[in-house]
């Protein structure tokens, strides 16, 4: 649901919150709400607690930080199945099976406090040393489409650092996500930790996320979305880990091993009905291979649709919202089998994805689609392909991929693509570490903000001190 709300009310609100800061009703005190386990009705509330929450993380050490880590990694594991079928039951979305996965992955990849090894210098000057300091109480708004792996890697990375968190969860998921903080919430205090390191409004709203954006005491904000959430909390002048779209397109060229294409792409592209912003939404083939990479990737239980039917289905499920097509509610996250039936056609629930042949300017291929139809693009040769690449990313500078043999080739294409992840020879599942990559996973990649595959340290702060003319122990 869209609710609008106008530059008045946003000055309105933020200018109660700084009356609030200035009355001192924001200090952490007797009467502040209790909530329940981190869940609280009033966003204000919510930052409270989990401000007092952080004056009192503070004094413990990254020992214990690893102790509550590894509890909320405990959390993922213990409640992976019922997470993933509360995710499946509330937002209609993706593949349980898959999901649970999703949740394996965070738990074993996310990265946590070995991210966070301090630096130091020494010279004839003295020594310096760097270490990475909280921010305080981080504001984070998650996605429908990874609900709860969203909100429990966020938890591992930022409480790593130091932080605190508060919750603006996507409101379909709104009842998962607050039964995730009450769990994570429970397991660290039997752990010996605060309460309330994490905290959310039960009742999310545009409203309670503009209330969290300006608030004083959420110092830095973390936003896991489309391009509309990403600019809404850019108004705000503090900084912000933007998490925004993608459109990964992948290269398909004469010299590529198409068998391996069809097989990467199939395995990535329907995991979890693509609904993650790293799979693959768009595919470009070189004319002179591209019907054997069509009958190769039909061969991977995929069904092809004919050019008539790609845009019947286009039509249903794909509408224009300003500058960019989206995919509609009902037709995001859907298995094969669904999607087919809008054009009066009975699959079995096991096939992965609907292809067919478009122009490279269909609503297919320029909607960030996230579901299981997937556009195939016949170009001319590796150059053209390249362009029409760079053309369907929209500059996102998010994901792309290529199928090569020709290494210079893959060279050419990344440095065009200049995205924060690029996949050369594989699913672009795999670009992002865990389980089918290599190095740590993350459910946060900020392309807009330029941190790319987050960790840790894109939560905290550097800060260095200097001892000047001693403590340099080794040499003269
Ligand atoms: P969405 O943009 O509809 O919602 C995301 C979140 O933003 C929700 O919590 C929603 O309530 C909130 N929101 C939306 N507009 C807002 C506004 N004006 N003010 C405040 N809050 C607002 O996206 P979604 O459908 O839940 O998730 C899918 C999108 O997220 C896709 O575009 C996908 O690429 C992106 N995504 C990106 C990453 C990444 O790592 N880059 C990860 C997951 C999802």
Redesign the pocket.
């Known amino acids: 649901m869209q609710v609008k709300i106008s530059e008045q009310e946003i000055q309105d609100i933020v200018r109660r919150v700084v009356e609030d800061v200035m009355t001192g009703e924001l200090k952490s005190s007797p009467t502040m709400a209790s909530g329940d386990w981190g869940v609280f009705d009033d966003m204000n509330d919510a930052i409270h607690a989990a401000h007092a929450a952080f004056l009192e993380y503070e004094s413990f050490d990254i020992q214990d930080r690893k102790r509550f880590i590894d509890a909320v990694r405990r959390v993922t594991l213990d409640f992976k199945e019922e997470f993933s079928r509360m995710a499946v039951e509330q937002t209609g979305m993706g593949r349980a099976e898959h999901k649970i996965t999703k949740h394996i992955n965070v738990a074993k990849h996310a990265s946590g406090v070995e991210f966070l090894q301090p630096k130091a210098w020494s010279g004839k000057n003295g020594m310096a040393l760097e270490e990475y300091a909280p921010w305080g109480v981080i504001g984070n708004?998650?996605?429908?489409?990874?609900p709860s792996p969203?909100m429990l890697e966020n938890i591992i990375s930022q409480l790593s650092g130091g932080n605190t968190i508060v919750f603006?969860?996507?409101?379909v998921a709104k009842k998962l996500n607050a039964y995730v903080i009450q769990r994570c919430n429970q397991y660290i205090v039997s752990e010996g930790g605060p309460k309330n390191l994490v905290t959310c409004v039960a009742d999310?709203t545009?409203e309670s996320?503009q209330v969290m954006f300006g608030h004083p005491l959420t110092k830095l904000l973390s936003?896991?979305?489309?391009p509309?959430?990403v600019e809404?909390a850019m108004k705000f002048s503090k900084p912000v880990v933007a998490?925004?779209?993608?459109n990964p397109p992948v290269l398909i060229d004469e010299t590529a091993d198409l068998k391996l294409a069809a097989a990467e792409i199939t395995m990535s592209a329907s995991f979890d009905n693509n609904i993650l912003?790293i799979a693959e939404k768009e595919i470009f083939v070189v004319e002179s291979v591209f019907n054997e990479f069509m009958r190769l990737f039909q061969a991977q239980g995929n069904k092809k649709l004919i050019v008539s039917q790609m845009d019947q289905l286009g039509k249903k499920a794909l509408e224009l919202q300003g500058k960019y097509y989206v995919i509609s509610r009902h037709h995001v996250g859907k298995n094969a089998n669904l999607l087919a039936r809008d054009l009066g056609m009975k699959l079995s629930e096991e096939v992965p994805l609907l292809f067919g042949e478009t122009d490279k300017d269909h609503p297919w291929v320029v909607a960030?689609q996230?579901t299981s139809c997937i556009p195939v693009v016949r170009v001319k040769n590796f150059e053209e392909g390249v362009e029409a690449c760079f053309k369907a990313e929209h500059g996102f500078e998010?994901t792309s991929s290529i199928f090569t043999r020709d290494m210079n080739r893959a060279s050419i294409f990344a440095r065009r693509m200049k995205t924060d992840v690029l996949v050369i020879n594989g699913g672009s599942l795999r670009g992002n570490g865990g389980l089918t990559g290599e190095g740590y996973f993350s459910?946060?990649?900020?392309?807009p903000t330029g941190q790319g595959i987050t960790n840790p340290r894109d939560f905290c702060r550097r800060r260095r001190i200097m001892t000047a003319h001693s403590l340099r122990f080794v040499g003269s």
Request: glycine share 14%; net charge negative; aromatic share 0%.
């Open positions: 708004i998650s996605p429908s489409t990874h969203t603006n969860p996507h409101p999310p545009l996320a936003v896991t979305g489309g509309g959430v809404a998490a925004g779209p993608g912003c960030e996230m998010h459910h946060t990649i900020a392309s």
